[in-house]
Protein backbone atom coordinates (compact mmCIF):
# COMPACT_ATOMS: atom_id res chain seq x y z
CA UNK A 1 0.00 0.00 0.00
CA UNK A 2 1.42 3.58 -0.95
CA UNK A 3 2.65 5.41 2.15
CA UNK A 4 4.62 8.20 3.47
CA UNK A 5 6.85 8.65 5.80
CA UNK A 6 8.23 12.00 7.91
CA UNK A 7 10.90 10.10 9.84
CA UNK A 8 11.00 13.47 12.08
CA UNK A 9 8.36 14.62 14.47
CA UNK A 10 9.55 17.51 16.16
CA UNK A 11 13.09 19.47 14.72
CA UNK A 12 14.54 22.54 16.38
CA UNK A 13 16.42 24.55 14.63
CA UNK A 14 18.72 27.99 15.19
CA UNK A 15 17.51 31.38 12.99
CA UNK A 16 19.99 31.19 10.29
CA UNK A 17 20.88 28.14 10.40
CA UNK A 18 20.26 25.49 7.37
CA UNK A 19 17.16 23.23 7.46
CA UNK A 20 16.80 19.57 5.86
CA UNK A 21 13.06 17.97 7.08
CA UNK A 22 13.12 14.17 5.24
CA UNK A 23 10.18 12.55 3.65
CA UNK A 24 10.57 8.92 2.42
CA UNK A 25 7.41 7.21 0.27
CA UNK A 26 6.72 3.61 -0.31
CA UNK A 27 5.10 3.55 -3.98
CA UNK A 28 4.98 1.05 -7.21
CA UNK A 29 4.89 3.86 -9.90
CA UNK A 30 6.02 6.92 -10.41
CA UNK A 31 4.80 9.53 -7.40
CA UNK A 32 3.90 12.91 -7.44
CA UNK A 33 5.63 14.77 -4.79
CA UNK A 34 4.40 17.71 -2.77
CA UNK A 35 5.37 19.89 -0.01
CA UNK A 36 2.94 21.82 2.33
CA UNK A 37 3.49 23.88 5.09
CA UNK A 38 0.55 25.21 7.73
CA UNK A 39 1.70 27.96 10.14
CA UNK A 40 -0.30 28.11 13.24
CA UNK A 41 -3.48 29.36 13.18
CA UNK A 42 -3.71 28.75 9.11
CA UNK A 43 -4.67 26.95 6.37
CA UNK A 44 -2.37 24.37 4.45
CA UNK A 45 0.39 26.59 2.10
CA UNK A 46 1.67 24.84 -1.02
CA UNK A 47 5.31 24.93 -1.13
CA UNK A 48 6.34 23.52 -4.07
CA UNK A 49 6.08 20.20 -6.04
CA UNK A 50 8.07 17.53 -8.46
CA UNK A 51 6.47 16.03 -11.18
CA UNK A 52 8.74 15.17 -13.48
CA UNK A 53 12.33 16.57 -15.01
CA UNK A 54 14.79 18.28 -12.86
CA UNK A 55 15.04 16.63 -9.50
CA UNK A 56 15.74 19.74 -7.36
CA UNK A 57 12.93 21.97 -7.10
CA UNK A 58 12.82 25.62 -6.07
CA UNK A 59 9.60 26.59 -4.04
CA UNK A 60 8.37 29.53 -2.41
CA UNK A 61 9.95 31.60 0.77
CA UNK A 62 13.40 29.95 -0.06
CA UNK A 63 12.64 26.37 0.17
CA UNK A 64 14.26 23.43 -2.42
CA UNK A 65 13.75 19.66 -2.33
CA UNK A 66 15.19 16.83 -4.25
CA UNK A 67 13.76 13.68 -5.58
CA UNK A 68 15.89 10.76 -4.91
CA UNK A 69 14.05 8.00 -6.43
CA UNK A 70 16.71 5.25 -5.57
CA UNK A 71 15.91 6.33 -1.78
CA UNK A 72 12.67 6.81 -2.44
CA UNK A 73 13.12 10.46 -0.96
CA UNK A 74 11.90 13.75 -1.46
CA UNK A 75 13.80 15.74 1.45
CA UNK A 76 12.88 19.42 1.98
CA UNK A 77 15.75 21.92 2.11
CA UNK A 78 16.33 26.05 3.35
CA UNK A 79 20.33 27.13 3.33
CA UNK A 80 18.96 29.42 6.30
CA UNK A 81 16.17 29.35 8.38
CA UNK A 82 14.26 32.47 9.65
CA UNK A 83 11.62 32.45 12.98
CA UNK A 84 8.60 32.70 10.72
CA UNK A 85 9.44 29.34 9.36
CA UNK A 86 8.18 27.85 12.47
CA UNK A 87 5.19 25.51 11.32
CA UNK A 88 4.32 21.87 10.57
CA UNK A 89 5.61 20.84 7.53
CA UNK A 90 3.98 17.73 5.64
CA UNK A 91 4.87 16.07 3.21
CA UNK A 92 2.33 14.56 0.11
CA UNK A 93 2.73 11.76 -2.62
CA UNK A 94 -0.14 10.83 -5.40
CA UNK A 95 0.57 8.63 -7.97
CA UNK A 96 0.85 9.40 -11.91
CA UNK A 97 -1.93 6.88 -12.51
CA UNK A 98 -4.74 9.36 -10.17
CA UNK A 99 -5.89 8.68 -6.99
CA UNK A 100 -5.87 9.82 -3.61
CA UNK A 101 -3.42 12.38 -2.13
CA UNK A 102 -1.13 10.86 0.87
CA UNK A 103 0.05 13.12 3.42
CA UNK A 104 2.92 12.30 5.63
CA UNK A 105 2.62 12.53 9.27
CA UNK A 106 4.00 15.80 9.36
CA UNK A 107 7.42 17.72 11.08
CA UNK A 108 6.76 20.53 13.43
CA UNK A 109 9.51 22.88 13.17
CA UNK A 110 10.62 24.80 15.73
CA UNK A 111 13.25 27.94 15.47
CA UNK A 112 15.15 29.53 18.36
CA UNK A 113 16.86 32.91 18.20
CA UNK B 1 -11.04 34.70 -7.03
CA UNK B 2 -12.98 32.49 -4.13
CA UNK B 3 -11.23 30.05 -2.17
CA UNK B 4 -12.41 26.67 -0.79
CA UNK B 5 -15.22 27.56 1.45
CA UNK B 6 -16.00 25.38 4.25
CA UNK B 7 -18.98 25.93 6.94
CA UNK B 8 -19.68 25.91 9.05
CA UNK B 9 -16.47 27.07 10.54
CA UNK B 10 -17.19 25.55 14.43
CA UNK B 11 -19.30 23.06 15.09
CA UNK B 12 -20.22 21.91 18.73
CA UNK B 13 -22.71 18.64 19.24
CA UNK B 14 -22.86 16.43 21.70
CA UNK B 15 -22.50 12.63 21.56
CA UNK B 16 -25.05 10.95 19.43
CA UNK B 17 -26.19 13.59 17.05
CA UNK B 18 -25.49 13.75 13.77
CA UNK B 19 -23.99 16.43 12.02
CA UNK B 20 -23.13 17.63 8.22
CA UNK B 21 -20.41 19.59 6.89
CA UNK B 22 -20.37 21.54 4.10
CA UNK B 23 -17.77 22.19 0.95
CA UNK B 24 -17.45 25.02 -1.97
CA UNK B 25 -14.65 24.07 -4.04
CA UNK B 26 -13.24 26.38 -6.39
CA UNK B 27 -15.39 26.51 -9.45
CA UNK B 28 -13.85 24.36 -11.88
CA UNK B 29 -12.11 22.04 -9.89
CA UNK B 30 -12.74 18.51 -10.99
CA UNK B 31 -11.32 16.97 -8.05
CA UNK B 32 -12.04 17.21 -4.01
CA UNK B 33 -10.58 15.83 -0.95
CA UNK B 34 -11.72 15.51 2.81
CA UNK B 35 -9.05 14.88 5.33
CA UNK B 36 -9.06 14.65 9.31
CA UNK B 37 -6.80 16.65 11.30
CA UNK B 38 -6.66 15.47 15.36
CA UNK B 39 -5.22 17.96 17.57
CA UNK B 40 -1.05 18.05 16.82
CA UNK B 41 -1.73 15.18 14.40
CA UNK B 42 -1.39 15.14 10.60
CA UNK B 43 -3.83 14.85 8.28
CA UNK B 44 -6.02 11.93 7.42
CA UNK B 45 -7.51 10.38 4.26
CA UNK B 46 -11.24 10.36 4.63
CA UNK B 47 -12.33 10.28 1.00
CA UNK B 48 -11.88 11.33 -2.27
CA UNK B 49 -14.48 12.67 -5.08
CA UNK B 50 -12.88 12.93 -8.93
CA UNK B 51 -15.22 13.68 -12.10
CA UNK B 52 -17.70 11.62 -12.51
CA UNK B 53 -16.00 8.46 -11.78
CA UNK B 54 -17.13 6.61 -8.16
CA UNK B 55 -15.53 7.77 -4.75
CA UNK B 56 -12.05 6.70 -3.39
CA UNK B 57 -14.02 6.04 0.13
CA UNK B 58 -10.76 3.75 1.54
CA UNK B 59 -10.08 6.24 4.18
CA UNK B 60 -13.84 6.56 5.80
CA UNK B 61 -13.07 5.37 9.80
CA UNK B 62 -16.71 3.94 10.18
CA UNK B 63 -19.81 3.34 8.32
CA UNK B 64 -21.14 6.37 10.35
CA UNK B 65 -19.24 8.25 7.84
CA UNK B 66 -20.32 9.05 4.39
CA UNK B 67 -20.10 11.90 1.83
CA UNK B 68 -21.88 13.12 -1.29
CA UNK B 69 -20.54 15.29 -4.12
CA UNK B 70 -23.02 17.00 -6.71
CA UNK B 71 -21.38 16.98 -9.92
CA UNK B 72 -18.48 18.83 -9.60
CA UNK B 73 -20.15 21.20 -7.21
CA UNK B 74 -20.79 21.15 -3.25
CA UNK B 75 -19.91 18.05 -1.03
CA UNK B 76 -21.08 17.23 2.52
CA UNK B 77 -19.40 14.96 4.68
CA UNK B 78 -21.87 13.09 7.08
CA UNK B 79 -21.21 12.05 10.49
CA UNK B 80 -24.18 10.11 12.22
CA UNK B 81 -24.33 9.38 16.08
CA UNK B 82 -21.23 11.05 16.57
CA UNK B 83 -18.89 10.15 19.09
CA UNK B 84 -16.44 11.97 21.35
CA UNK B 85 -13.36 10.35 19.34
CA UNK B 86 -14.45 12.20 15.97
CA UNK B 87 -13.59 15.45 17.13
CA UNK B 88 -11.24 16.94 14.81
CA UNK B 89 -10.63 19.63 12.44
CA UNK B 90 -12.09 18.30 8.96
CA UNK B 91 -10.55 19.82 6.12
CA UNK B 92 -11.89 19.90 2.54
CA UNK B 93 -9.60 20.42 -0.45
CA UNK B 94 -10.05 20.76 -4.43
CA UNK B 95 -8.37 20.82 -7.13
CA UNK B 96 -7.88 21.09 -11.17
CA UNK B 97 -7.49 17.76 -11.52
CA UNK B 98 -5.95 14.68 -10.03
CA UNK B 99 -2.58 15.37 -9.56
CA UNK B 100 -2.72 19.42 -9.56
CA UNK B 101 -1.80 21.17 -6.33
CA UNK B 102 -4.69 21.02 -3.88
CA UNK B 103 -6.10 24.21 -2.13
CA UNK B 104 -7.26 23.93 1.23
CA UNK B 105 -10.38 25.82 3.04
CA UNK B 106 -10.03 26.65 6.16
CA UNK B 107 -11.87 23.99 8.09
CA UNK B 108 -14.64 22.91 10.47
CA UNK B 109 -13.53 22.35 13.91
CA UNK B 110 -15.97 20.16 15.56
CA UNK B 111 -16.55 19.03 18.85
CA UNK B 112 -18.25 16.54 20.13
CA UNK B 113 -19.27 16.84 24.24
Known amino acids: AQSVTQPDIHITVSEGASLE ?49 SQSSFNLR ?36 | GAGVSQSPSNKVTEKGKDVELRCDPISGHT ?21 NSAPDKSGLPSDRFSAERTGESVSTLTIQRTQQEDSA ?25
Open chain 1, 21 to 69: LRCNYSYGATPYLFWYVQSPGQGLQLLLKYFSGDTLVQGIKGFEAEFKR
Open chain 2, 89 to 113: VYLCASSERTQSPLHFGNGTRLTVT
Open chain 1, 78 to 113: KPSVHWSDAAEYFCAVVTLQGGKLIFGQGTELSVKP
Open chain 2, 31 to 51: ALYWYRQRLGQGLEFLIYFQG
